[in-house]
Nanobody
């Protein structure tokens, strides 16, 4: 059964750092495009970062560029989101999304799998 599980959320003070992990299970190969999104109540889910099967990282959210980085470990089918200089406005539920690819060609996003999300709260 295909599933995605996030971990590493919690409470952090403004200016602090946190690293989130996301592990994919049940995919037939490690050629998986994985993305990080975040969402607050009443707001649309926002794409934060995308990591291609080959490890190319795109930081999509302008508000986090220069503060967030992403990486992956293909052997472990795991991606990470490293968040630095955190601000209260980074508070959100962070979701991981994974979709199977064949080389650089990936299924459309709606064929992907979402994790349950992990809460990140930035507050003093």
């Amino acid at each position: 059964q295909v599933r995605v599980v996030e971990s590493g959320g919690g409470l952090v003070q403004p200016g602090g750092s946190m690293r989130l992990s996301c592990e994919a299970y049940g995919f037939t190969s490690s050629s998986i495009a994985m993305s990080w999104y975040r969402q607050n109540p009443g707001k649309e889910r926002e794409l934060v970062a995308r990591i291609s099967p080959g490890g190319t990282v795109t930081i999509a959210a302008e508000s986090v560029r220069g503060r967030f980085t992403a990486s992956r470990d293909n052997a472990q089918k795991t991606v990470y989101l490293s968040m630095n200089s955190l601000k209260p406005e980074d508070t959100a539920i962070y979701y991981c999304h994974a979709v199977q690819c064949s080389g650089s060609v990936c299924l459309p996003n709606h064929f992907g799998t979402w994790g349950p999300g992990t809460q990140v709260t930035v507050s003093s």
